[in-house]
C-alpha cells in the first residue's frame, strides 16, 4: 500500500505515542501495509511477559494476642478488638517514623 510522507508520519507517530520507539513503529507499519491496528497487536504480542512482583515490609510490634478457648474447639483461636487494631496502627505508624 502507498502512503504519502504525511500520512507515513502521522501513523508513526500516532503508534509512537502509545509507547513504542519511531523505528519500532516505522517498522511495524511497514511490516503490516501501513495498518495501524496490525502494527499495534504485533508490536504488543512481541512484548515479554509482565513478572509479577510482590514486595513485603515487616514492622516489629510489641502487642498482646488474646486467645478465646471454646468447649467445641479445643485449639485456642486468637480473637482481636477494632482497640487492638488501633493499637498496632499507631505502632507500626510511630516505627515507621
Not at 36 to 63: D, F, G, I, R, Y
Amino acid at each position: 500500500m502507498k502512503v504519502s510522507e504525511a500520512e507515513r508520519q502521522r501513523l508513526i507517530s500516532a503508534v509512537s505515542q502509545m509507547g513504542f520507539t519511531y523505528a519500532e513503529a516505522e517498522r511495524a507499519l511497514e511490516r503490516h501495509q501501513w495498518d495501524t491496528n496490525a502494527a499495534v497487536n504485533a508490536l504488543l504480542m512481541a512484548l515479554p511477559e509482565p513478572m509479577t512482583t510482590v514486595n513485603s515490609t515487616t514492622a516489629t510490634t510489641n502487642t498482646t494476642t488474646r486467645v478465646a478457648t471454646s468447649h467445641h474447639h479445643p485449639t485456642p483461636t486468637p480473637t482481636s478488638t477494632p482497640k487492638q487494631i488501633v493499637d498496632l496502627t499507631v505502632s507500626n505508624h510511630q516505627n515507621a517514623v
